[in-house]
T-cell receptor, first 113, second 113 residues
Framework: DGGITQSPKYLFRKEGQNVTLSCEQN?????MYWYRQDPGQGLRLIYY???????QKGDIAEGYSVSREKKESFPLTVTSAQKNPTAFYLC????????????FGPGTRLTVT | GNSVTQMEGPVTLSEEAFLTINCTYT??????LFWYVQYPGEGLQLLLK?????DKGSNKGFEATYRKETTSFHLEKGSVQVSDSAVYFC????????????FGQGTILTVHP
């Protein structure tokens, strides 16, 4: 089945540690996105990539980093510089940067204590 | 820039009641409009979309009409079911946010038997 996988579903880290969230898609989509979701708020865009080896900052990129070395993969690293990292993180993909129809993964809930 | 405003929630209804969730937007140009649904613990799924003024998107009994004159895209369903309990997000793409989605804050819907 084609889709987007995110792992793990739940992740716990100590403050001061970097952590990398995985996102893989087998939809052959060119564009991929990372969003952050906090209670009572909509989704906020962290980073997006419209093509391999290229990515752009979204609205809340500070304290995060990404890479796009393969079309299928778009990992997100939450660094120790992110002041409030505890949140639900969602990865999405679309056929291209021109296509607005995005497909979402199941999400990773990150808790930092 | 682009913005989306949804009605405050949570919304609580009895089964078979009529549902309306209001959504208004601000954007330049001619954005595409979407409703996404998020079931507990899951990622978002596209529910319906409309790409130009007066278009009606529909899916699973839900409908929304793209009203440019009132900059609105209200979600409606004639008879809700318990299984419709979820968080609903209005979103837009286009205008100044080429290739990116802008989300509203989400509306929690709970349907009781």
């Amino acid at each position: 089945d084609g889709g987007i996988t995110q792992s793990p579903k739940y992740l716990f880290r100590k403050e001061g540690q970097n952590v990398t969230l995985s996102c893989e898609q087998n939809l052959n989509h060119d564009a991929m996105y990372w969003y952050r979701q906090d209670p009572g708020q909509g989704l906020r865009l962290i980073y997006y990539s419209q093509i391999v080896n290229d990515f752009q900052k979204g609205d809340i990129a500070e304290g995060y980093s990404v890479s796009r070395e393969k079309k299928e993969s778009f990992p997100l690293t939450v660094t120790s510089a992110q002041k409030n990292p505890t949140a639900f993180y969602l990865c999405a993909s679309s056929m291209s940067g021109l296509s607005y129809e995005q497909y979402f993964g199941p999400g990773t809930r990150l808790t930092v204590t | 820039g682009n913005s989306v405003t949804q009605m405050e929630g949570p919304v609580t209804l009895s089964e078979e009641a009529f549902l309306t969730i209001n959504c208004t937007y601000t954007a330049t140009g001619y954005p595409s409009l979407f409703w996404y649904v998020q079931y507990p613990g899951e990622g978002l799924q596209l529910l319906l979309k409309a790409t130009k003024a007066d278009d009606k998107g529909s899916n699973k009994g839900f409908e929304a009409t793209y009203r440019k004159e009132t900059t609105s895209f209200h979600l409606e369903k004639g008879s809700v079911q318990v299984s419709d309990s979820a968080v609903y997000f209005c979103a837009l793409a286009g205008g100044t946010s080429y290739g990116k989605l802008t989300f509203g804050q989400g509306t929690i819907l709970t349907v009781h038997p």
